[in-house]
């Protein structure tokens, strides 16, 4: 083999893609390893659970290889061209997402790993948990859905399903659209990271979430696949992805070694035989093994305690948690007070607009009213005036009927002129007066007219004058002239305009004059109507001067309100009187307050023998193997001092028994909600497959619907492979 030549210079370019497509540059020097590459990365995004992750390349062979930590980059099978793409992606999965992943950053790139694993179809999903993750991973995206800003097809061009669903449905993108859009309102509130992991708990119950397939053989030559997974190796049947056919985990694994294409795999347990497969490539077993030495060693770790760097995370993770927390809880309640204070606005502005045009309408029909009177006035005026000239014309045609029978007697001559004169002026006469008698009696009407319009115009100004007084009596500040000191009369709440009460009633107590009107006997005011009669009204200059004085102290706004309030009927007074109370001088007012009322899995109990994987080299082959150091023991660490993170300065006035309580709520909601899901994607399922394309199915999913008959998922199914003694899985194995 040719050697590559080194570059002249001292560092060599290299760029890595991160998974959310983002592109960052470096310069490494020309010894740089794997490891020193890789710890530049995590150091620059912040990671610090650097164990499940790796570099991925394309090998000048073509292949997918990870760049191995401890051998320089450059003496790896990297590309010849710079600068050098290697892709920053999760190498290791873990096997409870809820319990290993620490960090926010570390979720955040395995939710996004897996939701492009799902959309590209590296991962199986069935069609109505593809639909609920697409829900989950717009509300990680954009938050909660704007109703006001949503349009039909905005999600269509986000990459959310598998091609393999929407071509195996007789559905639209719109009809998928909307089959989401029902699953993401119902995510509203959730902030991104619990969204996230929501999508990550969901995704690790798939078949093959968290499996790396390679192409094998047995000794019979049968074709297999072999998954490389966290718990151990899983083989597969050539057309069956999903289910595996039997399982060997990690505690039973103690040696694995290659030769050439050939793997064999030691156990532990000495009664059961090793077993070998074959690899269809040889640059494809050091992957192979590099990814079971990477497993096995986080396998093992999961077992041992956690070292004081992963409990200072967990530490500060579940610190945070609990903040965050409890900010959502104190935002929720603050969203939900501003609600009801943006709906109780909402009421009374309302209100007030109400109250606002009952204002106008009365201030229209007031000036209707005074309008209409002055129109009947100036009628009425015209009407005298033509009854007057009409009285002058029929005066002067009496006149003149004298007068022409003084010459009457004058001359017989002109008798029969002055006869005919004189019947002409009498059929004047006559005519004149019957249009005066019509001109009298329709001054009379408009007389008639003006009286009533002037009632009217009087009754109205009283219904105005009770209406300040009633509103002077429910609480505003009534302004007393000096004529209340010298004894003048006030009038009462009660009484009709222009009364006054009796003289007992008149006598100035020892209280504010507010409360003096507010205590007057009922007694009084009712014996005071009943004598003055509903005749009587108040002076217009009295009534005029209370107006004045109550828009100059309330304003013309309070003034309309007023009047609109006079519009309730006849029984206002009566209302009036129910809300009129005795308030003691220098009485505080009473405030009014409201008073808001304010899972883990377990672990692991089983113990595999702490054995490690230790690297011997040969000239013939590359093996590795399991040293014996403490075989049968459970490495136990020395039990360190818990670190006090003062996290219980978080809490104050009960704030941690609360907290707990709305924990245990938020774990019984989460199990009901969790019940509902199962429901919700089961009618789900039932809508969608009466618009299914049998043709389209393809082999998974016609597997994933076998295992759905029989009621098997991926737990229930790697129970039943494990059942038996190593020795049979491992000749079950052969005879595949």
Same mark, same amino acid.
């Given at each position: ?9 001292k ?7 991160t ?14 390893? &794997?490891?020193? #590459? ?15 992750f ?6 000048s062979y073509? #292949? ?12 790896q099978?990297?590309? *010849?061209?710079?600068?050098?793409k ?5 190498q290791?999965?873990?096997?409870n ?11 955040h790139l395995f939710?996004?790993q ?9 991962i ?6 593809a ?6 991973? $717009? ?34 993108p ?14 509203? &509130? ?7 992991m ?7 119950d ?10 094998i ?6 074709? %297999? ?11 597969f ?13 990690w ?23 090793p077993?070998s497969f ?29 070292s ?8 500060r993770?579940?610190e ?6 409890m900010?959502?809880s @104190? ?6 007070l501003?609600?009801?204070?943006e709906?109780?606005?909402s009421? $009374?502005?309302?209100? #007030? ?17 005074? +309008?209409a009177?002055?129109?009947? =006035? ?20 009496? +006149?003149?009927?004298?007068? $022409? ?11 029969? %002129? ?7 002026a ?69 009484? !009709? ?9 008149? =006598? ?5 004059p ?9 007694? *009084?005011?009712?014996?005071a109507?009943?004598r003055? &009669? ?6 217009a200059s009295?009534i ?7 828009? +100059? ?11 609109a ?42 113990? !595999?023998? !702490?054995?490690?994987?230790v ?6 082959a ?6 014996d ?11 360190r001092?818990e670190?006090d993170?003062?996290?219980?300065? #978080? ?9 707990s309580?709305?924990?245990e709520?938020?774990r ?15 009618e ?17 999913d ?11 998922d ?7 492979? @494990?059942? &038996? ?9 052969e005879? %595949?």
């Amino acid at each position: 083999m040719f050697r590559r030549r080194k570059k002249p210079g001292k560092s060599f370019p290299v760029i890595v893609i991160t998974m959310d497509q983002e592109e960052m540059e470096f310069n490494l020097e020309w010894k740089a390893t &794997g490891r020193d #590459l890789l710890e530049l990365v995590c150091r620059t995004i912040g990671l610090r659970e650097t164990w499940f992750f790796g570099l991925q390349y394309v090998s000048s062979y073509n #292949l997918l290889s990870w760049i191995r930590m401890d051998k320089k980059i450059q003496s790896q099978d990297i590309p *010849h061209e710079y600068p050098v793409k290697f892709y920053f992606l999760a190498q290791f999965y873990p096997e409870n997402v809820n319990e290993e992943l620490v960090q926010e950053v570390t979720q955040h790139l395995f939710f996004l790993q897996v939701k492009q694993q799902i959309v590209g179809m590296d991962i199986y999903c069935p069609p109505e948990v593809a639909v609920l993750l697409a829900s989950y991973a $717009l509300q990680a995206k954009y938050g909660d859905i704007d109703e006001a800003r949503y349009k039909p097809g905005m999600l269509i061009k986000e990459e959310l399903l598998p091609p393999r669903v929407l071509e195996q449905y007789q559905m639209t993108p719109e009809m998928w659209e909307e089959k989401i859009r029902v699953w993401y309102q119902d995510h509203r &509130g959730k902030p991104r990271d619990v969204v996230e992991m929501e999508y990550l708990k969901i995704a690790q119950d798939l078949d093959m979430y968290g499996i790396n397939y390679y192409h094998i053989t047995n000794k019979k030559g049968t074709e %297999l696949w072999l998954g490389v997974t966290a718990q151990g190796l899983k083989i597969f049947e050539k057309e069956n992805k999903l289910a595996p056919k039997t399982m060997f985990p990690w505690s039973e694994i103690r040696n694995i070694s290659f030769d050439d294409k050939k793997f064999i795999i030691k156990l532990v347990d000495k009664n059961s035989p090793p077993f070998s497969f074959y690899s269809r490539n040889l640059r494809v077993n050091k992957t192979i093994l590099e990814l079971c030495i990477g497993n096995h060693n986080l396998f093992m770790r999961r077992r041992r305690p956690d070292s004081m760097e992963v409990q200072h995370m967990k530490a500060r993770a579940k610190e945070e948690s609990l903040r965050r927390q409890m900010e959502r809880s @104190k935002l929720a309640r603050e969203k939900q007070l501003r609600e009801e204070l943006e709906m109780e606005r909402s009421q $009374l502005e309302h209100r #007030l607009m109400q109250y606002q045009e009952e204002a106008r309408l009365a201030n229209e029909a007031l000036h209707r009213s005074e +309008e209409a009177a002055e129109l009947l =006035a100036e009628k009425s005026r015209l009407a005298e005036e033509e009854a007057r000239l009409l009285s002058e014309k029929a005066t002067k045609a009496e +006149e003149e009927v004298r007068r $022409l029978g003084s010459l009457y007697q004058k001359g017989q001559e002109e008798r029969q %002129l002055l006869s005919q004169k004189m019947r002409d002026a009498e059929l004047l006469a006559a005519q004149c007066m019957e249009e005066s008698e019509l001109r009298a009696e329709e001054a009379r009407r408009l007389q008639d007219e003006l009286r009533r319009a002037r009632m009217a115009e009087k009754e109205a100004k009283e219904r105005l004058f009770e209406v300040l007084k009633n509103t002077y009596v429910n609480g505003s500040t009534v302004v007393m002239n000096s004529s209340y000191d010298s004894g003048a009369s006030v009038p009462h709440a009660h009484s !009709p305009a222009g009364m006054v009460p009796p003289s007992s009633s008149l =006598a100035p107590p020892p209280r504010s004059p507010r409360s003096a009107l507010l205590d007057s006997p009922l007694e *009084h005011h009712s014996s005071a109507h009943d004598r003055s &009669g509903s005749s009587a009204g108040a002076p217009a200059s009295e009534i005029d001067r209370l107006v004045m004085g109550y828009a +100059e102290q309330n304003g013309t706004s309070s003034l309309r309100q007023a009047l609109a309030r006079s519009g309730a009927g006849d029984d206002s007074d009566d209302e009036v009187e129910d809300l009129v109370v005795d308030e003691a001088p220098g009485a505080p007012s009473p405030r009014r307050s409201i008073l808001l009322p304010p899972s883990t899995s377990p672990p692991s109990s089983a113990a !595999p023998p !702490p054995y490690h994987l230790v690297a011997t080299s040969s000239t013939s082959a590359t093996t590795y193997t399991m040293s014996d150091i403490g075989r049968g023991e459970m490495v136990r660490g020395e039990e360190r001092p818990e670190e006090d993170f003062n996290v219980d300065s #978080l809490f104050v006035n009960g704030e941690m028994e609360r907290l707990s309580l709305e924990i245990e709520k938020e774990r019984e909601e989460y199990l009901q909600k969790s019940q509902s899901l199962r429901c919700q994607l089961s009618e789900l399922k039932s809508e969608i497959d009466q618009l299914k394309v049998e043709e389209n199915q393809t082999d998974l999913d016609e597997f994933h619907g076998q295992l759905a008959m029989q009621g098997e998922d991926k737990y229930s199914t790697i129970n039943k492979i @494990k059942q &038996g003694s190593t020795k049979s899985r491992v000749a079950f194995f052969e005879e %595949l």
